[in-house]
């Protein structure tokens, strides 16, 4: 919206140039999200708390969280604002891309808010039923890879890119009635990840904010041109510099523009980790968590890491593959792997303080994002 309007008027008022710059608007759109977390929590922690919109603590959880009983949650409905109006304030809304990420962050926050609402309501743990939102999410995702393939405004193809190899030595071009299901796959299974991962204060919002840091670099790289000016002997030259090309990297048209939108998710994020920190004055809830972790599914898919992307939610990865591990073992042989699942929970019942989880896993999650930057050197 500003950008439109700035740039519209970038003829009459010159300084208003800057506006066409990503980077650019990359900081604005994070400076714009934060301050409206910092601005607006406060309000919105005392609203959740007249309205008693509190967290109903799972019954066979650790006994230390059962303290946390009437927090409030849903704070991820302003998470979700100040993304949204962020992103629509910076970012080009004509671009294919910045729509259809926004368009599955929305519909994943719908979910989660259904099934926060069935908590509240039930006065219970367990929300709307599993397959029923596997279902809903799996629909919501279909539609996003039907207009992407069906659009001619996309530029979007099959192929899958190895980390740590070069685009130019190796790709495999998946038939699209194989991709379309793995590409769904990335994205719920991100969306539900995240969710998982959301047990302790703080705990999936750092890996978030250190993902969505991520995705910025790689999606201003993998469409960025740069150019350089200067004159030779009377000639104006103009050099360019392909980012993609020279970091070996998926090409993609327009998702440059996403950037805009990861740095609102980075500035977002921040803000509520102000008053999500331990001890937590409001949760993110299921609104907050399936919708973040789908649009950090949807960054991978249209950027085209989605295999990269393993490295990058390692968090997430190995948080949801302890819930699968701990419940396939215990319903084929009757015995546990970890004392708890997901993970962190484990963690805890061996006696690790809360902030002491929360930060190791914080620190994992940078290693594993540095890794996965690391890799476009090494291809």
Known sequence: MLFELFFWLKDD???????????????????????????????????LQMQQIGQVIREDGPKSHFSKAGTPTMGG??????VVISTILWADLKNSYVMVVLGITVSFAVVGYFDDASKLRGKSSKGLSGKTRLAIEFACAFVLMLVMFKSEAFSYSTQLYLPFVSTERFSLTLPLWIYVPFALVVIVGTANAVNLTDGLDGLAIGPVIVAAGTFLVLAWGTATVLQQEEIIEGVRVIHRFDVARYLMIPKVEGVQELAIFCAA??????????????????FMGDVGSLSLGGA???????????????????????EALSVITQTISYKTTGKRVFRMAPIHHHFEMKGWPEPKIIVRFWIISIMLSLIALMSLKLR
């Open 13 to 47: 008022f010159t300084p208003f140039n800057v506006f066409r710059y990503v980077s650019f608007r990359v900081v604005a759109a994070m400076l714009t999200s934060l301050a409206i977390s910092f601005f607006l929590y406060p309000w919105f922690i005392r609203k």
């Open 77 to 82: 409905v302003l998470i979700l604002f100040a």
């Open 265 to 282: 998710i980075i500035g977002a994020g921040v803000g509520f980790l102000w008053y999500n920190t331990f001890p937590a004055q409001v």
């Open 296 to 318: 950090l599914g949807t960054l991978a898919v249209v950027t085209k890491h989605e295999l990269l992307s393993s490295i990058i939610f390692g968090i997430f990865l190995v």
